[in-house]
């Protein structure tokens, strides 16, 4: 059923549009509202659309063979496969630019839940460009095994810190091994993830410590061993990820590897690459 349609047409053109021939695409963007406000709703499937306009340009430079002789089947015997295209993900997108928009919102209950859609028509011009040698962000973390020791309460706590070179904005992944990536920060709870280079203590790491927050390592059952990951993009200009692949129960879970991967390339390839950094830590979890 179709409600609150919103005849909003708005056409956004650069200063330098004109001095640059792109190409016309037309893409919809979706996002489910159940936790967000119409305005904050529209901005995500506006978000999306963009993202979505950009990579039917740009398209990405994750080589085909990458995902070769990977399946979803096999996703189990394969993660080490994918863990090696997170690991380059950033390094391996290329960047387009949107000179020129017009676009249109609309939303609809589906199941009781505002659901927020957007019809973009974008022109799309491909940039290029090289990383910031200077920007750098890493994650430390003083070991990398971690122990089940057979309860919640008792299982060792995730222990690491992320430290950056300049002043951004943190989004932190854990890639998890059961074929699925978690969206750590920022969250519902924790959503002011900005760095700066000259506080001993960043914001988000009060947020943490006054929730009593703790990320906690846990095995699947009967899993003597496995291996998950951290993966931290960091942003100078914010631009939060979004996806329509999130799980409903408020966690920002993304389904599958080939999901998670799909929609951090659709959202990396709207950052010119001397804007983010980014890092990827491994750790292993064993039964105690």
Do not use: H
């Not at 037309?26 to 993202?51: C, H, M, W």
């Not at 740009?58 to 399946?71: A, L, Q």
């Not at 920002?252 to 950094?277: C, G, K």
Request: aromatic residues 12%; contains cysteine; glycine residues 6%.
């Amino acid at each position: 059923m179709k409600s609150n349609l919103l005849l909003l047409i708005f056409t956004l053109t650069f200063n330098f549009c004109f001095a640059q021939t792109g190409t016309w695409v037309e893409t919809i963007g979706k996002y489910s509202g159940f936790n967000v406000t119409p305005e904050e709703g529209q901005k995500k499937a506006l978000d999306i659309a963009r993202g979505e306009a950009i990579k039917k340009v740009v398209g990405v430079r994750v080589s085909e063979e990458t995902f070769r002789n990977v399946s979803e089947s096999q996703v189990g015997d394969r993660q080490s496969e994918y863990f090696d295209i997170f690991s380059r993900l950033g390094r391996s997108t290329t960047t387009g630019k949107i000179i020129e928009e017009e676009y249109e919102f609309e939303t609809r209950i589906e199941n009781n839940l505002p659901f927020y859609y957007v019809k973009l028509r974008a022109n799309v011009v491909e940039e290029k460009g090289e990383a910031d040698p200077g920007f750098i962000v890493n994650i430390r973390m003083q070991r990398d095994v971690y122990f089940d020791r057979g309860s919640q309460n008792k299982n060792d706590k995730l222990e690491f810190k992320i430290e950056a070179t300049k002043d951004c904005y943190i989004y932190l992944f854990n890639i998890l091994s059961n074929d699925s990536v978690q969206l750590i920060m920022p969250n519902a709870y924790l959503k002011d993830n900005e760095y700066r280079v000259n506080n001993t203590e960043q914001e988000f790491e009060k947020k943490i410590k006054s929730m009593g927050m703790n990320f906690t390592v846990g095995l699947s059952p009967n899993k003597p061993s496995q291996t998950e990951a951290l993966y931290v993009i960091a942003l100078k200009d914010k631009l939060d990820f979004v996806s329509g692949n999130f799980s409903r129960d408020g966690l920002s879970v993304i389904p599958t590897y080939r999901a998670a991967i799909t929609d951090i390339m659709n959202w990396l390839i709207q950052i010119p690459i001397d804007e983010r950094a980014e890092a990827f830590k491994q750790f292993e979890i064993r039964k105690l």
